[in-house]
């Protein structure tokens, strides 16, 4: 328990500074740092005999997130159909036996598109405007609603939510979540001055814990698809970095979209209207 508090502890002194004042660049170092790991896990996971499907899920990885963050969404589209043939010819040249052929192609664009894919909504959601309340918010919404359903099961805990993948996750611990991502999505909105409603911020951060649970149970699906415990061991007490960071993986792209539709598109107050407020 020391350690995972300790190392909870020196990562939000480490991190809550250099996101407020950091500035993108600083966001930015820190996702490519926790991309290149996340591509490292994925492909022990994967491919833990095949160095060569390895490098090749890192290097796909890599040119999603950066066409994504850096390039415009039009060069997406080639890029894809790109390494979609790209890992059938590799897994073609590199396999000697085509049992498994499928499942290696298979596991090749997953890893590229799910790590190098949604990781690459973390700095765009820092570049909205507003982006470093959004990032809190998106933060808020997963972590502490991670919090708030670990204390909620653990005190109420009795009905399983997905026992095949998490056997540990109930219903009770989802809901306590559920509403703790809500107040957390609302408290730093209010903090950061995010340009949205309270009840607006209430929504989202509710939508974003849901998400989170999916990006949780898809990640342990994949755990025990590919028959380990943690993804990975960098964070003493956390497992690896996928572990940490697998509801805001399925968070981030919601709240980016949320964000355009609702606040920079000026759908806000029609939806604020809708909801009562």
């Given amino acids: 328990m020391f350690p995972r508090i300790a190392a909870g502890l020196i990562g939000v002194a ?57 390039l415009q969404l039009v060069a997406v589209g080639p890029l894809l159909i790109a390494l979609t043939l790209g890992a059938f010819l590799l897994v073609m040249a590199v396999t000697p036996s085509m049992e498994g052929a499928a499942d290696r192609v298979g596991r090749l664009l997953l890893g590229m598109l799910y ?9 765009l959601v820092r570049r909205l405007d507003d982006g470093v309340g959004w ?45 703790t991502s809500m107040g957390g999505a609302v408290l730093f909105g209010w903090l950061f001055g995010v340009d949205a409603s309270w009840v607006i911020l209430a929504v989202l951060g509710g ?26 061991g960098i964070l003493p007490g956390h497992g690896g970095i996928l572990d940490r960071v697998d509801s805001v993986l399925f968070a981030a792209p919601v709240l980016y979209l949320a964000v355009l539709l609702l606040v920079q598109n000026g759908l806000q107050p029609i939806v604020s209207a809708a909801i009562g407020n």
């Fill in 135 to 179: 990032i809190f918010v998106l933060l808020a919404a997963s972590w502490l609603g991670d919090t708030g359903a670990y204390f909620a099961g653990r005190a109420l805990g009795k009905h399983k939510l997905a026992p095949s993948l998490s056997p540990k996750k109930t219903w009770e611990g989802a809901i306590g979540g559920f509403f």
């Fill in 14 to 70: 480490v991190l809550v500074p250099s996101l407020i004042w950091g500035g993108i660049l600083t966001v930015d170092l820190f996702v490519w740092a926790a991309l290149g790991v996340g591509l490292f896990e994925y492909g022990r996971m994967a491919f833990p005999k095949e160095p060569v499907l390895r490098a090749a899920v890192a290097a796909g990885g890599a040119l999603v997130y950066a066409s994504l963050v850096y």
């Fill in 207 to 232: 939508v974003l814990d849901a998400f989170g649970v999916l990006g949780d149970l898809a990640e342990s699906m994949l755990k025990r698809a590919f028959g380990v415990k943690d993804s990975g």
């Fill in 115 to 123: 790590v190098g894919g949604l990781m690459a909504f973390i700095p």
